[in-house]
């Protein structure tokens, strides 16, 4: 069964940072393309950042490019959201989810049950 | 980036009727990559179609994708209790992938 795992949310002020991270598990994880999709308390889905099976290709929405880095180990089957000069904005539910095409078209079949990033002072 | 613009808003229905969720694209969709997700209260998002037709995994065949190019519809042919929620469509063939704003489906 496939599992997505995040951690890491929380409360932070504005102009802070946070590390988001997602365990994943039950599929070849090295093998597929990796998102995080946000959310916004009562709003709509956001994609945010995807990155390639090696790590190699990473893209952003211009949202976050900038401030936010993808990255993934794959020898701990681990996804990572580092946010840098966070804003009020940002605050949303962050979801890790996988893609199940071979490309950077991000079909997400799998998602993980997400968490919650409060930025406020 | 494309836009995608869904309607209705809001879908007032009975149980046992038929729903047609309307997604309209700024521009073309590249190869009818067109998918739906289905968000319940609390939960994260799951994959209903992709391709602009195809059934994900364990979706009931009572779920129902159509169209290409700008205009695309989600059908669900006879709304059980726990259809009631909230249902995205996704461009993923144009970089940034883009979501609708969401068609909320609530039990009249």
């Known amino acids: 069964e496939v599992q997505l795992v995040e951690s890491g949310g929380g409360l932070v002020q504005p102009g802070g940072s946070l590390r988001v991270s997602c365990a994943a598990s039950?599929?070849?994880?090295?093998?597929?393309?990796m998102s995080w999709v946000r959310q916004a308390p009562g709003k709509g889905l956001e994609w945010v950042a995807n990155?390639?099976?090696?790590?190699?290709?990473?893209y952003y929405a211009d949202s976050v490019r900038g401030r936010f880095t993808v990255s993934r180990d794959n020898t701990r089957n681990s996804l990572s959201l580092q946010m840098n000069s966070l804003r009020a904005e940002d605050t949303a539910v962050y979801y890790c989810?996988?893609?199940?095409?071979?490309?950077?078209?991000?079909?997400?079949?799998?998602w993980g049950q997400g968490s919650l990033v409060i930025v406020s002072s | 980036e494309i836009v995608l613009t869904q309607s209705p808003g809001t879908l007032s229905l009975s149980p046992g009727e038929r729903a047609t969720l309307s997604c309209r694209a700024s521009?073309?969709?590249?190869?009818?990559?067109l998918a739906w997700y289905q968000q319940k209260p609390g939960q994260a998002p799951r994959l209903l179609i992709y391709?602009?037709?195809s059934r994900a995994t364990g979706i009931p065949d009572r779920f129902s994708g159509s169209g290409s190019g700008t205009d695309f519809t989600l059908t669900i042919s006879r709304l059980e209790s726990e259809d009631f929620a909230v249902y995205y469509c996704?461009?993923?063939?144009?970089?940034?992938?883009?979501f609708g704003r969401g068609t909320k489906l609530e039990i009249k």
């Open positions: 039950g599929f070849t994880f090295s093998s597929s393309w």
């Open positions: 990155i390639k099976q090696d790590g190699s290709e990473k």
């Open positions: 989810a996988r893609s199940v095409l071979p490309s950077a078209a991000a079909l997400l079949q799998h």
């Open positions: 521009q073309s969709v590249s190869s009818r990559y």
């Open positions: 996704q461009q993923y063939g144009n970089s940034p992938c883009s």
């Open positions: 391709g602009a037709s």
